[in-house]
């Protein structure tokens, strides 16, 4: 089993419409949490941390539910340029090695 | 927000040559790097983490000898991949942490990542 896992998608989302997606890991004693977004052929870029109360960024969700390990993404009102592939990443310690998920691709369609 | 800088972007070479791929933090000190690889829909993959002054620390699996990293200031990291073949085709990326921001979150900021195709 992976230590992070994503569904690939792709998430096909009409424009204005809202889309979720989650990311399972392994490890419970995971403390730092993040979500990055990467664009084809580019660098992961930090989307927002995750935090155990859960934030939210304009129209960025993110949520942590450590009961059952897994940290989700909601994207309200989504935009055209909302389109890319969200990686989650997971750190046992605030100094621990990063754990990706392979990403899950969203395409925003007009 | 931190900057991590490539270089460089994109680079083609024949098989059996050595390339070398630099990593810089601009407004930063970073005593620690880590290189990762990606293939193709794929997660990053943690190669190795470069440590200023010292060795490098390699994941199991990475050959040390072929993926050399040299850290030789804190702010500029080196990965040579020596002798490379087609299938080291990939997009590499640094990424370092800011450990002297009072603010430091502990996310990772990322260069803008290597194309390396062998040909």
């Known amino acids: 089993r992976k230590e992070v896992e994503q569904d690939p998608g792709p998430f096909n989302v009409p424009e204005g419409a809202t889309v979720a997606f989650n990311c399972t890991y392994s490890n419970s004693a995971s403390q730092s949490f993040f979500w990055y977004r990467q664009d084809c052929r580019k660098e992961p870029k930090l989307l927002m941390s995750?935090?155990?109360s859960g934030n939210e960024d304009g129209r960025f969700t993110a949520q942590l539910n450590r009961a059952s390990q897994y940290i989700s993404l909601l994207i309200r009102d989504s935009k055209l340029s909302d389109s890319a592939t969200y990686l989650c990443a997971v750190k046992p310690d605030s100094w621990g090695k990063f754990q990706f998920g392979a990403g899950t691709q969203v395409v925003v369609t007009p | 927000g931190a900057v991590v800088s490539q270089h460089p972007s994109r680079v083609i070479c024949k098989s059996g040559t050595s390339v070398k791929i630099e990593c810089r933090s601009l407004d930063f000190q970073a005593t620690t790097m880590f290189w990762y690889r990606q293939f193709p829909k794929q997660s990053l993959m943690l190669m190795a983490t470069s440590n200023e002054g010292s060795k490098a620390t390699y994941e199991q699996g990475v050959e040390k000898d072929k993926f050399l990293i040299n850290h030789a200031s804190l702010t500029l990291s080196t990965l040579t991949v020596t002798s490379a073949h087609p299938e080291d085709s990939s997009f590499y990326i640094c990424?370092?942490?800011?450990?002297?921001?009072?603010?430091?979150?502990?996310?990772?900021?990322f260069g803008e990542g290597s194309r390396l195709t062998v040909l």
């Open positions: 990424s370092a942490r800011d450990a002297t921001s009072g603010t430091n979150t502990g996310e990772l900021f």
């Open positions: 995750v935090y155990s």
